[in-house]
């Protein structure tokens, strides 16, 4: 029997109506705790459109951000989407938030100066737009004059910040519900501690934080394509900080070759460079019993719950039937 | 003539869903839905009508180019018709240049009016790109907005006055295209209407509209001194009153508007196809109230049957 956690599904803004609405659809009947959906900056599904769609299609599986860039969206209309996917969870939204990758950052040509004080005052200033607090507040993304949201009442949205760096990481102990993380092992290890130590620290139980990964997860039992998995690795590592890599013991150079390609073309070429050491520390992947081996490995480091997905490809549907089951099986095993 | 309504922009979510249940089994043809400075996000409201009607079509708008970026409208709108069929228009408009401030959106009139048009282009394009033929409209009141909305699928006239209803018809009319459609979105209160400044929703409604109206407008109408005061009193209050009110005075108030009982609307609405409109919205305080909505039901079902 394995350290207790919880197991959902992370989808994008980029997947197809059909993929995500099967989902949602299943989600409650598969078991999952929670479908995250992280936006792809200006592509494929609205993220508060197939938030709401989401919610409206499943009854009781949380449904979060995961994650929704503050740099890109007025923090007004954070706040008032925030309002109208409480109202429709009825409790079951959860608002996942962070800066944004470094490539999405870059590409849109989006500029942050500070980016840890950034998020700190933003998840500052939904909280009092929340409470019904009317605010004259400012930073380097946002200008808010004599603004509130006319709520009667306070209303209270927890907040889970999807964040790498120390400095972040910190920040996410002392001030959010959750954390969603995504990284190799030897990271999640130092990244949870780091955690529970600033929530400690900041008078909270470690346990007032939840600890979400998300590693991309490639059920290659079930006809996944292996060039599939080797594209969104060579995404993750160049999304990547140093600060994270330098506790690795992979090859730097090849990781420098990755990143610089995907920086230069597309993580499409930078796949031509993950070899099946990278892809096995970088990713989840190979047999269900495998698969969930290593779920339960990283909830022996105290997250909470684990995200399956994406990519989607192979026979996803029934790939993800067989994950739960085996999840299953294992918590009514003697 | 279609009819209109829109919701009001501080219902929650089980009140603006019950009132578009009501407007689809009663068929009103559209429901629309505000966004900013409305305090839900309407894209996201609008989801949640489309999983509870059947019949109607759901209106997002009056959206701000300002404040989103056309790649974001092009995409809930493309989101909102994979999901739930062929069913959404929008509205797009510059929006309150008060209201925008207070959220760090600032820039001259002249700006939002040369960036929303320009947003319409790239939203137009990008709906089109998409393969979607939800229509574009562009809410309108100053003559440049109203030329503008020759490139949208339709416009919506921010007036109630019949003779200023027609001016701005005027300025398009022979160069519309088949199938575009000549709207009106007015403040509307269906009922007892004795003294229009003693009825604070209307009144302020109207108000409001009165204040924005543009200068050129204005003087065309010789409106301008009228209005003159109310407008002073805007800028130093930031939001409006009884004193905005009052010195507008019922009569300036009354163009503003459509207030009156269901008789005086039928009436009001013959005028209106005479004159060539094929829609009309009918905006706050209409829609604030359940009862609101139900008026509107039973002044449809009987309209056009004598």
Known sequence: MSESYEVSIGITTHMSVNATGWIAQNSDSLGAR???????????????????????????????????????HNIATL??????????????????????????????????????????KSVKTLRRLWAGETLDSSSEKF?????????????????????????MLKLTGKVADGVILSGPFDYLRYAIKLVDDAAEEAGRSKNDVEKVVWVPTIPTF?????????????????????????MLTVDREKVNQIRETVAASSPKEGAEFVDDELLDVFSISGTKEHMVDRFEEVASIGATEVVIGPPFSGDWRKALVEIFAEVDSRRVAP | MRWGVALNVRDDMSESLRKAEIADRGGIDNVWVTDFPAIRYAPVVAAAI????????????????????STQIVQFMSTLVDSYGARFDLLLGPGDKLVLASIGVSCSSKLMVDKTTHALDEIKQGLSEAGHTCSVLLGAQGPKMIKASLKADGVLLNYADLEMAEWALNQIKNEVRAGFQLGLFPPTYVGDCQDII?????????????????????????????IQAARILMKEHGQINMDMVNSLGSEILQRFAFCGTSEQLRNYMKTL????????????????????VEILVKAKSTYGMD
């Not at chain 2, 209409?286 to 609101?292: A, V, Y």
């Open chain 2, 273 to 292: 196809e005479k004159i060539g409109f094929t829609s009309i919205v009918f905006g706050p305080p209409q829609g604030i109230r359940k009862r609101g």
């Open chain 1, 222 to 246: 079930k006809g996944i394509q292996e060039k599939v998995a080797r594209r969104v690795v060579a995404l993750v590592i160049a999304d990547t900080p140093d600060a994270v890599l330098d």
């Open chain 1, 143 to 167: 200008s808010l004059h004599d603004f509130n949201l006319g709520q009667p009442s306070p209303i209270n949205i927890p907040i889970f910040l999807g964040v790498r760096g120390p400095k």
């Open chain 1, 34 to 72: 929670s479908i995250w959906i992280g936006e792809d900056i200006a592509l494929g599904q609205e993220i508060f459109v197939l938030t709401a769609a989401t919610l409206l299609q499943s009854k009781k599986v949380r449904v979060g951000t995961g994650i929704i860039p503050v740099t890109v």
């Open chain 1, 79 to 120: 706040a008032r989407a925030g309002v109208t996917l409480d109202e429709i969870g009825a409790g079951r939204f959860a608002f996942g938030l962070g800066i944004g990758g470094i490539q999405d950052l870059e590409k849109y040509g989006i500029h942050i100066k500070r980016p840890v004080t950034e998020l700190r």
């Open chain 2, 50 to 69: 489309a999983e509870r009607t059947k019949s109607c079509r759901i209106g997002v708008g009056l959206v701000s180019p300002l404040l989103y970026p």
């Open chain 2, 198 to 226: 003693t009825n604070q929703s209307i009144s302020y409604s109207a108000a409001m509209v009165a204040i924005g109206l543009s200068r050129v407008v204005s003087n065309s109408f010789g409106l301008l001194d009228r």
